[in-house]
C-alpha cells in the first residue's frame, strides 16, 4: 500500500460542488435571456455590443495580468460577466469603440487597481457605464432607440419630437403620467420600448434570475427590498409603482447588479439596509433627480457604503443576549 | 424557529447507505493492541511492565488528576513493551502494546454492578470513571467531568445525542438499533448520576428506523421522551441540538449545564450500561469502515487501540487508489499520514477516500458571496475572521467572536472558493489563547 502518499490535511474533508468558476459561469448563463431579447427587439447590432465589451474587459483582464506578471485569472468567468452586463447597461446604439474602451477601464481601474476580484468596492458593470456616459456625455440621452414598430409616438399622441427618449424620459418630461398607466404594463413586461440593451424586457430578466434562484446563487432578499422600496416611495408620491418597477434597469439592477457579491454586504442584516438605500436613491433620483433613472447611481453610491454596513450590521452571534430563564 | 431546527448548517451527501444496513460484526481478534497513555490531556502511569500477562478489562494506566480516566486492556495476553506511537492527530504518545492471546479471558474485576440505580451518585460518577469512559462521539472529554456539575448548575435535562449527523458514520445507528436496550439502561443510570427526571434521545430524522426502535424501547419509561430531529450538519453539535431540542441557546463561552443540560453521546450510554450490566470498562467500540476506497464497508465492534491497517484488511482492503484515511467523519475527523494509526476511544469511523476525492481543490479569492456567513451555526462571519487571520489581526479575529467558533467546517464546505477557513480560525483561536494567557498572567505579577 502506497501509504507515503496518504493526504494528510485539515478538516473538512468533503467540498461542496459550488466553484466561483462555476458560478460566475451560472450568472452568464442567466444573462442569456436578456441579451437575446435585446437582440430581438434591437437588432444584430446588440451582438457587435455584446462582443465588444467582453473583448474588452476579459481582453483587459489578460493583458494587464501578463504585463505585471500576476497569474491570468480569465479562466475564472468574472471578466466575462461583466462584460455582458456592461453592454447591457449602455444603450444598444453605442459605438463598439466605447464599449472596449470602457470594459477596459473597468476591469484595469476598477477591478485590478483595486486588487481583483473580490476586492473591488464598486460594480465594475456599472462603473464602466458610470465612465462611458462622463467620457462621451451625449450617450446619456441618445443612443437609445425604439424597437421597430414600437416608437414612442404610439405611446404619446402627437408626440414626435424625440424619438430616443425612454419610457422614464417620457415620464420625467411630463409625456405620459398620471395613475393608472396599465396601457403601459405589457410592452415594458415584454420589452418593447426604449431602453439599454439589456433592461427592456421585464420577462426575459425575471427568466434568468429564476435560474440563479433556482440554482441557489442568489436569493431574493435584495432584489425584493429593492423593489419593494422603490414601489412604497413611488406610491407615496402619487406615481404609478408597477409602472417604475418595469421600466428602467429596475429588474436588472435589483436581479443582477445589486447582487453582485463583491460589493454588496455579506449578511442578511446588510443586505437589507443596502437593499432599502438603494431603493430611497433610485426612487428619489427618479422623482426629483436631473436624470430620469437612477438604478445605477444609487447602486454605486450604496456600494461604497458597503465597508460601512458590513461594519456595523452585524449578525447576532449563538447564544448572545438570551441568558438562561429568558428563552424557555 | 420550528422544532427540531437551528439555523445554518447544510445537507453534505450523507453517504451513510454503504454502511446503514450493516449489521454490527466482531472485529477479528487483533494480533496486538496500543493502548494510548494520554486520553484527554492528561498523561497516565502503566501499571504493568513489558513481559506482564495481563487480562482483558484489566485496568492498564491511571492517574490521580482530575481530567484523567484510566486505560484498561481490550485483549487478554501479554504486555509486549511500553513505546512511543504516532496517534491519529499527528502527535507521538505512549502506548501500552498488548500482544493477544487470543482467548479474550476476562479480568476478575469485570463484574456486574448490582443494582446500579440504588448506588448514590458518586458512586456512579466514581465507577463511570474507573471504567474509563469518555465521549464516543469524537471529543473524548471525560464523562465523568460532564457529570460533575457545580451544585449551582440547576441542571434538569440529561440530552442524549443520537443524531450523528456526520456523513458516512453509522456506529451511532446501528447501536441505537441493535442495543436499543442498552442505550436506555445507560441513560437511566446518567439520568441517576445528575439527577434528573428527564432525558431527551435526540435521533436525526434520516434514521426512523432508530427513532422508532428506541420509542418502543423508551416506552416504558416515561421520563425519556425520544425526538426526531431535522438532518441538518451539525446537528449533532452540542449547541445545536439543545436549541434544538429544548429551544434553549448555550450564551458564548458558557457550557451546556448554563442552561440546565448536560450532553452525552448515545454511545457513551451504551459504554455506561457496559460497564454496570456487563462489568466491562470502555475497551471496545463500534467502529465504521466506509468511503469509496474501502473494498467492504463494515460496522465492526473493535478493541480499542486496534490500527486502523488490521480493521481495513480485514474487510477486504483497500479498493481503488487510496488518497486518504480519515480518523472520524469527513466534516470533523483527522486525516492521518497512516493505516498503522491505532484507533482510541473516540474513533467512530475509518474512512477511506479515493486519490481523486482526495484531490486539492484550487483556491481562489473570497469573492464575499456570504455563503459561509448564511451556513455558520455559530452564526459568525467567517470570510472576515479568515480575513483578520491572514493579516494576523489577531485582536480584531477576537472581538469578531472567533472563540466561539466550534470548528465544524461548515464554512469550509460552503466555499466556493474553497478557502481553508476553519484552518485560519483555528490559527486565530490558538493566536488568541495565548494572548489572553500573556495577558492573565502579565496581570497576575
Ligand atoms: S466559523 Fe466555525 S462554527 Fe462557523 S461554520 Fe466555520 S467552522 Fe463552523
Ligand atoms: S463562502 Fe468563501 S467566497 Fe463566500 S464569503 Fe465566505 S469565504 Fe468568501
Redesign the interface.
Known amino acids: 500500500?502506497?501509504?507515503s502518499?496518504?493526504?494528510?490535511?485539515?478538516?473538512?474533508?468533503?467540498?461542496?460542488g459550488?466553484?466561483?468558476?462555476?458560478?460566475m459561469r451560472d450568472v452568464v448563463i442567466s444573462l442569456i435571456p436578456a441579451c437575446a431579447a435585446g437582440v430581438y427587439f434591437f437588432g444584430a447590432r446588440a451582438l457587435v455590443s455584446l462582443a465588444a465589451a467582453i473583448v474588452g474587459t476579459v481582453g483587459a483582464e489578460y493583458i494587464l495580468e501578463r504585463i505585471t506578471g500576476r497569474p491570468v485569472t480569465i479562466g475564472?468567468w468574472?471578466a466575462v460577466v461583466t462584460g455582458v452586463l456592461l453592454a447591457m447597461v449602455l444603450p444598444p446604439h453605442v459605438p463598439w469603440w466605447i464599449l472596449v474602451l470602457s470594459g477596459f477601464f473597468t476591469i484595469g481601474v476598477v477591478k485590478l487597481l483595486f486588487g481583483?476580484?473580490?476586492?473591488n468596492v464598486f460594480n465594475p458593470a456599472l462603473a464602466g457605464r458610470a465612465f462611458a456616459v462622463a467620457a462621451w456625455s451625449a450617450l446619456a440621452n441618445s443612443g437609445y432607440i425604439w424597437p421597430a414598430g414600437a416608437e414612442a409616438a404610439h405611446w404619446v399622441q402627437g408626440f414626435d419630437a424625440v424619438s430616443t427618449a425612454t419610457p422614464l424620459t417620457l415620464l420625467k418630461m411630463g409625456e405620459i403620467g398620471g395613475i393608472p398607466m396599465t396601457r403601459f404594463y405589457a410592452p415594458l413586461f415584454f420589452g418593447n420600448v426604449a431602453g439599454s440593451l439589456g433592461e427592456t424586457s421585464a420577462l426575459a430578466l425575471l427568466v434568468g434570475a429564476a435560474y440563479l434562484l433556482w440554482r441557489e446563487h442568489i436569493s431574493l432578499r435584495i432584489p425584493l427590498t429593492y423593489i419593494g422600496t422603490v414601489a412604497v416611495i413611488t406610491s407615496l408620491y402619487g406615481h404609478d409603482p408597477l409602472f417604475h418597477i418595469l421600466s428602467g434597469g429596475l429588474i436588472l439592477g435589483a436581479f443582477f447588479m445589486a447582487t453582485d457579491?463583491?460589493t454588496?454586504?455579506?449578511?442578511?442584516k446588510g443586505?437589507t439596509i443596502f437593499a432599502i438605500g438603494c431603493g430611497v436613491l433610485t426612487a428619489l433620483i427618479r422623482i426629483f433627480g436631473g436624470y430620469p433613472e437612477g438604478v445605477c447611481y444609487s447602486i454605486l453610491i450604496m456600494n461604497a457604503a458597503v465597508p460601512l454596513i458590513?461594519r456595523f450590521a452585524?449578525?447576532?452571534?449563538?447564544?448572545?443576549v438570551?441568558?438562561?430563564g429568558q428563552?424557555? | 424557529m420550528p422544532r427540531g431546527a437551528f439555523r445554518g448548517g447544510i445537507h453534505p451527501p450523507e453517504n451513510k447507505s454503504l454502511t446503514s444496513g450493516l449489521p454490527i460484526v466482531p472485529a477479528q481478534q487483533p494480533s496486538k493492541v496500543y493502548v494510548l497513555l494520554h486520553t484527554t490531556s492528561c498523561p497516565l502511569n502503566p501499571l504493568v511492565a513489558k513481559g506482564d500477562q495481563v487480562l482483558k478489562g484489566q485496568k492498564l494506566a491511571d492517574t490521580d488528576q482530575k481530567f484523567g480516566v484510566p486505560v484498561h486492556s481490550p485483549v487478554s495476553g501479554k504486555v509486549a513493551g511500553i513505546s512511543t506511537v504516532r496517534t491519529a492527530n499527528g502527535h507521538d504518545d505512549t502506548a501500552i502494546i498488548v500482544e493477544s492471546d487470543g482467548n479474550d479471558t476476562l479480568h476478575e474485576s469485570c463484574v456486574p454492578v448490582k443494582n446500579p440505580l440504588s448506588l448514590s451518585r458518586d458512586e456512579i460518577i466514581a465507577a463511570i470513571r474507573e471504567a474509563g469512559i469518555v465521549g464516543m462521539g469524537g471529543a473524548e472529554f471525560p464523562t465523568h467531568i460532564k457529570l460533575a456539575v457545580p451544585p449551582s448548575a440547576k441542571v434538569d435535562t440529561l440530552l442524549l445525542n443520537g443524531a450523528e449527523c456526520e456523513p458516512y458514520l453509522t456506529a451511532d445507528h446501528r447501536l441505537m438499533l441493535e442495543r436499543p436496550q442498552d442505550v436506555v439502561a445507560g441513560a437511566q443510570i446518567l439520568m441517576r448520576a445528575l439527577d434528573v427526571r428527564k432525558c431527551v434521545i435526540a435521533i436525526e430524522d434520516n434514521k426512523p428506523d432508530a427513532v422508532q426502535a428506541l420509542t418502543k424501547e423508551a416506552a416504558s419509561v416515561p421520563e425519556i421522551e425520544v425526538m426526531a430531529v431535522r438532518t441538518k450538519y451539525p446537528q449533532g453539535a452540542e449547541k445545536q441540538l439543545i436549541k434544538s431540542t429544548l429551544g434553549r441557546e448555550v450564551p458564548p463561552r458558557c457550557l451546556p449545564f448554563h442552561v440546565g443540560v448536560v450532553v452525552n453521546n448515545v454511545g457513551t450510554a451504551v459504554a455506561v450500561a457496559d460497564k454496570f450490566y456487563r462489568g466491562l470498562p470502555l475497551v471496545e467500540r463500534v467502529v465504521t469502515i466506509t468511503g469509496s476506497a474501502a473494498a467492504k464497508p463494515a460496522n465492526l465492534l473493535a478493541k480499542i487501540g486496534t490500527t486502523a491497517a488490521e480493521l481495513v484488511e480485514q474487510c477486504g482492503g483497500v479498493k481503488g487508489e487510496l488518497g486518504k484515511v480519515i480518523f472520524g467523519g469527513p466534516m470533523m475527523g483527522q486525516a492521518v499520514f497512516s493505516l498503522d494509526v491505532p484507533t482510541s476511544k473516540g474513533t467512530s469511523g475509518i474512512l477511506l477516500m479515493t486519490a481523486e476525492e482526495a484531490r486539492q481543490r484550487e483556491v481562489l479569492p473570497c469573492i464575499r458571496c456570504g455563503r459561509c456567513v448564511d451556513a455558520c451555526p455559530m452564526r459568525l462571519e467567517p470570510a472576515i475572521l479568515h480575513q483578520w487571520a491572514e493579516q494576523q489581526f489577531w485582536a480584531e479575529a477576537d472581538a469578531y467572536h472567533a472563540c466561539d467558533c466550534i470548528e465544524c467546517g461548515v464554512c469550509a464546505f460552503e466555499c466556493p472558493s474553497k478557502r481553508p477557513l476553519v484552518q485560519a480560525i483555528r490559527h486565530a483561536k490558538f493566536e488568541i489563547g495565548r494572548l489572553r494567557k500573556a495577558a492573565k498572567e502579565r496581570g497576575a505579577k
Open positions: 500500500m502506497a501509504e502518499t496518504l493526504i494528510v490535511s485539515p478538516a473538512p474533508h468533503i467540498r461542496s459550488v466553484t466561483t468558476p462555476a458560478l475564472d468574472s481583483g476580484l473580490g476586492f457579491y463583491v454588496s454586504p455579506m449578511n442578511p443586505q458590513d452585524r449578525p447576532k452571534r449563538f447564544g448572545e438570551k441568558a438562561r428563552n424557555a
